[in-house]
C-alpha cells in the first residue's frame, strides 16, 4: 500500500481521496523540498530556455554549462559529468561496480538498493549506532567495491563528524574501496562539500542535486564529480542528451544564487530551533537533523501508521518510513516547512497527544 | 575530428569558427528536426509546465501522461513507458538484452550500437541492399536476441516494403527472436506505426520520440510501446523521476497536435518532390526517402569531405556520413528545411558543380 516515495504520487493522491479530501489542498510534508521555493530569475532562466533552446540539439557534451559546474565546485571539468537528476547519477556511478559488492549505511535512501538491484549489486546493510561506528564493520567493508554515504543522511538528516569520515575516507583508500557519497542535502548546511577532498581522495565520487535546494523536483539537474578516469568511463555509457534545456538553463544560473543558499541556511538554523523545542516538548524523539527533514517517533507508537492516517485526516501528508532499512515504519520524516505550516504541524501533534 | 551527431554541437563549432564564421549565422541541414517548428501552444504549455509543476514531484508513475499516450497509441496504459526522449528509449530496451547478441538493419542510427556496447551486447550488422534482402541473413538472424529496426530508416530516410516487413515479424516471431522497432520519424509520412501489431507481435517492442516531429531535441520526450510483461521489466530497472515536468507538459498537449502533424506531412510531400527533382537535375543522388532527410551522394566524389567543407564555407552545415556502418563518409546527409533554405542549399550545390 505504501508508495516508495515522498511528494504528492498517485498512490499518496488514493490513500488521501480515500479519506474524503483532495490532495491540492493538503500540506505536504513527505517532500524535503527548500520551501522558501525557487528563485524568481531561476525560473525565467527556466522558461527562457524553454522558448528559445528547446529547438536545439543540446550540446552532446554540454561543454558551457560543466564548465561553469566546474568553477563552482573548484575543480576541473573533466571531473565533472552533468546527470538527469540525482537519480541519474545514482544510477550511473552503482554501473561502475555491476556485478560487484555494495555497501550502504544504512538506514538511508532507498534509490541506492535499487540502483545496486538494478546493476546485479550484491548489498551489506551497515547500520550504525550510538554503540556502532564503521570501524565495527572493518572486515565486512574491506570486501566491497564501493560504500554508499549519503551525507547529510536522508531519512535522517544527520551529518558524520568529520574526523571519523576522514579515517573512513583514509582507510577505504587504502583498502581499495570506492565510496559514492551522494551530498542531495549539502546546501542546506553551512559545511564544506567533500569535493575538496577529491585530490586526495581518487576513491572518492561525489553527487550532487539541485532538486532540493532550489526546490526544482521537476526539472532534473543533478551531477556528478570524481576522478576523471571515472568521469571518462561515466561518459562511455552516458545516454547522449540526458540533461534537458530547463536544466541547463538552471546551471546556467547556478553561479548568482548563492544569497539563495544562505538565506536558506539562516532561516533553517532559526526555524528548526524553534520546532525542534516545540517537538521535544510534546515528548517526541527527534533525529539529530542538520538539514531541512527529520524523523519523529512517537515513544508510545511503534508502528506509525496511526499517526501517518491521523495526519492525513487532519490534510497534513507525512512521509513514512516502511521502505527505510532497520526503520521500517517505526518513526515518519517529516520536513521542516515555513514558520505557519509548521504550527499547523505542531496543533495537530498536539492533538493527537490529547486525544491519545 | 568528427561529432557523433548532427546539431550545432561544440565540435560543429570549432569546426565552422576555424573557418572564421559563426555557428549562430549558419543553416542547420545536418539536424533532422521539423522545420515547421513547435506548434505556439505546446511551448505554451511547456511553458507553464516550468512555472506551475517545476517545484512539484513528479508522479513516478506519470499515470495520467502515459494514459494519455496509450490512448493517443490505441493500447492499454501498461503497455507504455515514457522515457527521457528517444536515447533513453534505445538504452533501456537495449539493457534487456545484456550480455546477449543484437543484429542491427545497417546502415543506421550510431546511437544503437553505442547502447548495445553499453550493455555488452555483441552485434552483428545487416546490410540490405538491392540484391540482399533480411531473408539472406536467416541463419545469422536466428541466433540473435534482438533485432534493430530503425523504420523510417535513418540515415536513409527509407521504409521497408510493408510486406517484407510482416513476413520479417512472423518469422523472427516464431524463431524467439525480439524486434526492436524504432520509429522516431513516423510522424512524418502518412502510414501506420507498427504498433497496431502488437497483439499479434509480441516480440515486437517499438520506440517513439517526439523530439523530431515536434522540433524539441531540449525537452527530451520519448517512449517505449511493448508487451506489457516487457515494460513491467523496463519499469523495474528505468530511473525514478526520468521525465522532467516540460515533457509532461508536451505529452499532455499532444492529442491536440494532430493539426499540426498532419500540416507537416503536406507539407513534405511538396517539398520534397520540388527539392528532389532540383538535386536529381544537378546529377546528384538521392536516397528513397519518404521523411524529412535524405543521403547525398555526389557520383564523382569517393570521400565527401570535400563537399562537407565547400558548404560550411558557404554557411551551411551538412549531416557527415563517417560513423555509419556501410556509409562512412561516402555520402552527405541533409535535413529537408523550409524553401528558403533549400533554395540556398541548391544554388551553393549548382556552384559545386561548377567549380569542380
Redesign the interface.
Known sequence: MW?????????IRKLVEKNGRKLEEMLDFS?N?NPL??PVEV?EQ??K???N?????????Y?VETEIVAHVEGVNKNNVILT??G??A??LVTKLFQSGKAGILQPSFS?YE??CK?HHIEIASIVLSENRTWKDYKSLIKNLHVLIICQPNNPTGTIMDETEMLSLLKWTKQNHVMVMMDEAFIHFVDINSHVRLLSEFSNLIVIKSLTKIF??????AGYIVADKEIIRQLK??T????V?????GLFRALPKTEGHIKKTQLWLKNEWAWLRSELEGLGFILSHTAVNFYLLKDPFLEDHEPLILFLAQKGIVARHTYHFHSLEGRCVRLAVRTRLENECLVQHLKKWRQER
Chains 1, 2 share one sequence.
Not at 3 to 11: D, E, T
Not at 53 to 61: H, R
Open positions: 508508495p516508495n516515495h515522498g511528494g504528492k504520487s498517485g498512490a517532500a523540498l521555493g525557487t525560473i527556466m522558461k530556455a524553454i522558448e533552446e528547446s529547438m536545439l540539439y543540446p550540446d552532446p557534451d561543454e538527469n537528476g537519480a541519474e545514482i544510477f534509490e535499487r540502483a538494478a526546490a526544482v523536483p521537476g526539472v532534473r562511455s555509457f545516454i547522449p542528451w540526458n534537458n534545456c530547463a536544466a541547463l
